[in-house]
């Protein structure tokens, strides 16, 4: 599960904002960069097999948005099992004290956990996430530019027993007049502050300021790895489909259907 996360992060760059992103955006838990008024997002995923060909899709996730394109609620099916197995569900509450609910469940509905995010000031964001097993959290201090673009945040991880576990620092880097980030690199460091390692994402832009490629490399600038998106697009610049290439090779297929607001 861990994999497919990863991947469909990867396949996905410019798409949202995963919920445990160590950085305070204003659109948290959005669904980022679509336009126009889209109520529901499907998403099939296609992955290569051991002959380097596209399979049937593999997995399917569906996110149901609010009119400022908020997560309001998803779901991911394994289409590998029939009958489909519904292997999450999450709702997600947009408080107006600056607080947002997360709350994930089974197929049958049955809880996993919840996530609380809570805006502690304008450049304050702290996460709390519980279970059966207990309860982990993270602590987030941002810095902006003067357009609110994120400059450099801190985030302090902590454990069940509420002691730190690690900390990350992520750092961005923007082109004038450009507000996405030309590039992205996130320091990680254990419990008492010993460098573990650097990653540093490079990212390429299309037309119509979707990511195209990206490059990864580590703390002594050796690349680690390479990533190129084919993308095509709607009529309103929404992505229709991304063909991802990892170091080169074809990678995954991500297919979108998008259903906008009926007047």
């Known amino acids: 599960m861990k994999y497919l996360v990863f991947l469909i992060l990867l396949a996905n760059m410019s798409r949202c904002t995963h919920q445990d992103d160590p950085v305070i955006y204003k659109n948290f838990m959005n669904y980022k960069y679509v336009n126009g008024d889209v109520v529901e997002v499907k998403e099939l995923y296609k992955f290569v097999n051991d002959n380097g060909k596209i399979n049937k899709p593999a997995w399917e996730m569906v996110y149901s948005l609010d009119k400022h394109h908020r997560i309001t609620s998803s779901y991911m099916r394994n289409l590998s099992i029939e009958p489909y197995d519904t292997t999450g569900r999450r709702k997600t509450y947009f408080t107006e004290d600056n607080q947002i609910d997360s709350i994930v469940t089974d197929a049958n509905g049955v809880y996993r956990y919840i996530t609380r995010i809570t805006y502690l000031d304008e450049n304050r964001l702290k996460i709390i996430k519980s279970n059966r097993k207990g309860v982990k959290a ?4 941002a810095s902006h530019d003067q357009n609110g673009r994120p400059l450099i945040s801190n985030t302090t991880w902590y454990n069940i027993e509420g002691e730190v576990d690690s ?8 082109k004038n007049g450009f507000n996405k980030p030309i590039s992205h690199s996130t320091t990680f460091y254990d419990a008492s502050d010993q460098l573990i390692k650097i990653e540093k994402r490079i990212f390429i832009y299309g037309e119509h300021d979707e990511v195209i490629a990206a490059k990864i490399y580590n703390e002594k600038d050796s690349l680690l790895q390479t990533l190129r998106n084919e993308q095509v697009l709607d ?7 991304t063909t991802t290439y990892k170091n080169g090779k074809l990678n995954m297929v991500v297919e979108r259907e998008f259903t906008y607001k009926q007047f």
């Open 138 to 141: 993270q602590e987030t201090h």
């Open 167 to 174: 900390k990350t620092k992520d750092e961005f880097k923007y």
């Open 235 to 241: 009529d309103q610049n929404n992505l229709l489909k």
